[in-house]
Nanobody, 120 residues
Framework: QVRLVESGGGLVQAGGSLRLSCAAS????????MGWYRQAPGKQRELVAR???????DYADSAKGRFTISRDNAKNAVYLQMNSLKPEDTAVYYC??????????????WGQGTQVTVSS
């Protein structure tokens, strides 16, 4: 089994910063990609940023220039540094990982979500 545990959400004023962390644990053979998605009330879940094995990163247009995704392979962890936060960034942020388990099965895993609220 694989588990993703997130931390770092909270309440911040517009213009502030937050850093989200996510660590994967369990029967991991390799991690193919890790990333962050978010879902605001009444909206679909959307990609914020992801980092793929080899280091390539993808960002949503709304995140470019303000958010930075990074990964610590030794800790099976991914981080999202969010700067210049805006009220429209308010959402539940979910960690996602594409993981090959020790039984050599590739699956998509999700964390429980962490609330980010940006006040104006």
């Amino acid at each position: 089994q694989v588990r993703l545990v997130e931390s770092g959400g909270g309440l911040v004023q517009a213009g502030g910063s937050l850093r989200l962390s996510c660590a994967a644990s369990g029967s991991i053979f390799s991690i193919n990609a890790m990333g962050w998605y978010r879902q605001a009330p009444g909206k679909q879940r959307e990609l914020v940023a992801r980092i793929i094995s080899g280091g390539r990163t993808d960002y949503a247009d709304s995140a470019k220039g303000r958010f930075t995704i990074s990964r610590d392979n030794a800790k099976n962890a991914v981080y999202l540094q969010m700067n210049s936060l805006k009220p429209e960034d308010t959402a539940v942020y979910y960690c996602n990982a594409v993981i090959t388990t020790v039984t050599i099965r590739m699956n998509d895993y999700w964390g429980q979500g962490t609330q980010v609220t940006v006040s104006s």
